[in-house]
């Protein structure tokens, strides 16, 4: 039973998904006046972004959102490319986004593939990363596989694809993280773990200021973005009007809440928020039904959710939409996880965003609830704009030593060694580490033997060789 609700949610998601993708595209299409598309046409106005069309033939440009999408060439070797079934064209709705999934690599080879991303800001800075995954019965098989997704040397989640796979592909198969990357490369590697051949249809990373959503102790995983009191539930908000590319879902109320909206001029640029709403997500709010003035949640799990249980981080947006009213403030607190958080009484200004994302960015464990109570001295009822929620991962293993890495790449490029699992980190995780050599079980791994003689090497031995200094056999 919970198993069909959560497929219907998922449904429900992913009609949301495709739907409000290719209504934004057609808006955008629509609206749009010549010269701005001629100029999109030829930049690439999204320099900072790696946006990869996985098993594309060339690189395209998405009129709709008007960000650049490579091929694969320059972020993977391995791998084919592959295209979905002609009848599952028709099930997106968009041509554009049609572009994007219609195309997929699949690695037949290997158990570990790397996708090699190097963002220019490097390790040590926050980035949003989405991949996604529609299987779209490219191989004829009907057998969509389960398999493991790894973020640099740590798991990230598992792709699977419910009985609804066929027409709507579940959450789980556009999932997002957030993170600050230990190493200045970030791989994303397909496991293979037994239960079909992975796949991958595009990969997405952003750049994001450090500010914002700060994961000292993790990431932040499968991030739910509502973009509440919206007249319909049927459309996304994602680049270029929220200039992070996150993905926001429309969602006209949550509960018994009201919806209320204004057409003004939200303070988005002058403001100290650097969350960088879109003014299109605040300019929709929520409050109580009249005579109530408390907005109280509690979030309903399915069986296979990825918020079930566990830690989870939470933000609230909020933007004053309603003309100030002599005499009348608007006061409120709010309150996570029954009192585990309590804010400061909250006040808002007119049309000027406030985000909150309580406790510092340590993490709330339990069930997902809070409530956003008026005050005694409050004359309004409580509002909030959008609402994030995230579930909160480890990233427990450390990648290996950069300069062994450094070394050990160089070697594999001047003797141009192929080996199928020569990608991704050399010597983490653990049980996917690369032939041919074996690490230290450091915290930080080091490389300290090395196999070459069956790769029939030719020439003076790469200077690099010295380089892995922890190197205590090479044969
Ligand atoms: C704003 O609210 C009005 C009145 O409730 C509604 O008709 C309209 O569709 C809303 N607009 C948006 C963008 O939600
Ligand atoms: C931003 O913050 C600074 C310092 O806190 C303050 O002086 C300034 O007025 C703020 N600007 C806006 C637009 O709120
Ligand atoms: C509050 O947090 C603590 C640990 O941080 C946890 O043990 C406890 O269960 C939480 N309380 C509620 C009501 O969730
Ligand atoms: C907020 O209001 C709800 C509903 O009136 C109430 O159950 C809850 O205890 C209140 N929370 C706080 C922190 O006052
Ligand atoms: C090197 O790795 C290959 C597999 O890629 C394996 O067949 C071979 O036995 C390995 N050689 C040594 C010396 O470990």
């Known amino acids: ?26 808006l955008k299409l629509a609206k749009g006046d010549g010269t701005e598309h001629a100029r999109r046409r030829l930049v690439d106005q999204t320099p900072d972004f790696i946006s990869i069309d996985c098993g594309a033939t060339s690189d395209c440009l998405d009129e709709g959102t008007g960000i650049f999408y490579k091929s694969d060439s320059g972020f993977i070797d391995t791998g084919t490319n592959n295209v979905i079934s002609p009848e599952y064209y028709s099930t997106m709705v968009s041509p554009n986004y049609v572009r994007k999934i219609k195309n997929l690599r699949s690695f037949p ?102 500010s914002i959503y700060p994961t000292n102790f993790g990431a932040l995983s499968f991030g739910s973005r509502l973009d509440i009191g919206t007249s319909s539930s049927m459309y996304l908000i994602r680049y270029e009007d929220d200039v992070y590319d996150r993905l926001w879902l429309s969602q006209s109320t949550l509960s018994n809440w009201v919806p209320i909206n204004t057409s003004s001029v939200i303070n988005t640029q002058d403001s100290n928020d650097s969350y960088q709403l879109p003014a299109q997500v605040l300019r929709t709010a929520v409050q109580p039904p009249s005579g109530h003035n408390a907005l109280t949640y509690v979030h309903s799990y399915g069986t296979n959710n990825p918020y079930n249980g566990g830690k989870y981080y939470v933000c609230f947006h909020f933007a004053e939409i309603a003309k100030p009213t002599q005499g009348k403030k608007r006061e409120f607190i709010i309150d996570v996880e029954g009192g585990n958080y309590t804010s400061e009484p909250i006040t808002l200004e007119y049309l000027k965003p406030l985000s909150i994302c309580p406790q510092n960015g340590q993490p709330f464990e339990g069930h997902f609830s809070f409530s956003i109570n008026a005050t005694t001295e409050s004359g309004l009822p409580p509002i909030v704009n959008a609402i994030e929620y995230y579930s909160v991962i ?19 490029q001047t003797y141009t060694i192929s080996r199928d699992d020569w990608q991704g980190d050399p010597c983490v995780p653990h049980q996917y580490s690369w032939s041919n050599l074996t690490c230290s079980s ?23 060789i010295s380089d892995l200094t922890a190197l205590q056999y090479l044969l």
């Open 442 to 464: 450091d915290d930080t791994p080091r490389i300290i033997s090395l196999y070459l003689s069956s790769s029939k090497l030719t020439g003076k031995i790469a200077t690099s």
């Open 109 to 210: 080879q290997g158990t570990k593939n790397c996708y090699t991303l190097t963002p220019e800001q490097g390790k040590n800075s926050n980035y949003l990363i989405r991949a996604f995954f529609f299987y779209g019965n490219y191989d004829n098989k009907n057998q969509p596989p389960k398999f493991e997704i790894n973020v640099g040397v740590n798991f990230w989640t598992t792709v699977g694809f419910s009985e609804l796979y066929l027409l709507y592909p579940p959450r789980e198969t556009f999932p997002d993280i957030i993170h600050v990357p230990l190493s200045d490369t970030i791989y994303v590697c397909l496991i293979n773990t037994g239960s079909g051949i992975p796949f991958i249809s595009a990969l997405e990373l952003r750049p994001l200021s450090k």
């Open 394 to 412: 480890s990233l427990p293993y450390k990648p290996t030593d950069p300069k062994d890495v450094a070394a050990i790449m160089y070697i594999k």
């Open 1 to 26: 039973m919970h198993d069909a609700l959560e497929s219907i949610m998922n449904l429900k998601a992913w009609l949301v998904f495709v739907l409000l993708i290719s209504i934004l595209d057609n």
